[in-house]
């Protein structure tokens, strides 16, 4: 496990993000929240926690760099059975853009 991923899992934090050694960002939040927040503080690059592999393709296939700490075919619901409403809602876009698009309008309505 690398130093950042000891780092996450040692901490109350379920997203943090690194540049070059330098801590800069961390969210304490839950679900997908994070990873927007994220995104909205610093943009897309360097993201990722919990994976799919439909997610690992479209960071890969945009040359985006990676790590994770679990990997998973499909993200589902906290029940475990059911997908997750965010991965059911961009499971077949394949533009970055508008699925950051699509899961905003769907967090502004909850």
């Not at 394949?94 to 909850?110: N, V």
């Amino acid at each position: 496990m690398s130093r950042y991923l000891e780092q996450l899992v040692n901490s109350e934090n379920n997203l943090m993000v690194f540049r070059e050694d330098e801590l800069i960002f961390s969210s304490s939040g839950r679900g997908i929240a994070p990873l927007i927040e994220a995104i909205d503080a610093i943009g897309r690059e360097d993201l990722a926690g919990v994976i799919s592999g439909g997610a690992k393709r479209l960071l890969s296939e945009h040359g985006v760099r990676y790590e994770f700490l679990e990997d998973t075919d499909v993200v589902k619901a906290k029940d475990g059975v059911v997908f997750c409403p965010f991965e059911r809602l961009v499971w077949d876009v394949s533009d970055p853009e508008e699925a950051h698009a699509l899961i905003r309008a769907k967090l502004a309505e909850l």
